[in-house]
């Protein structure tokens, strides 16, 4: 089964960009990217761009409207995510507890919905 494993962190709280920490925690995903490589529950996952680059885009009345920066207004912010390939949530979960990111943020996980 698939599970996504969303990551949230508040940009507030987690290291900045360019510090030691920074690098420590880029250290870490990068290892636990070969963790799951190596169990076979790996099948995607990246980092996102900042939220001021993000465009929300909906439908209303039959007419698309854009909005520059993410629809949800909360601290937490999309950083990015994994697709996990594994036998069950319980298996999921302790994986999305091992995210780097989760000892500051947050970390959703959800199936992924299969319609074949």
Known sequence: MQYMALIYGDP????AYGTPEF??????????SEMLKAANAYVSGEGLQGVETATSV????GKVETMDGPFAETKEQLGGYYILDVPDLDTALRYAAMIP???Y?????RPVMDYS
């Open 12 to 15: 507030s709280v987690e290291p």
């Open 23 to 32: 690098e420590t925690m880029m250290q870490g995903y990068a290892a636990f």
């Open 58 to 61: 909906r439908v209303r009345g």
């Open 101 to 103: 990111s989760a000892t």
């Open 105 to 109: 943020g947050t970390v959703e996980v």
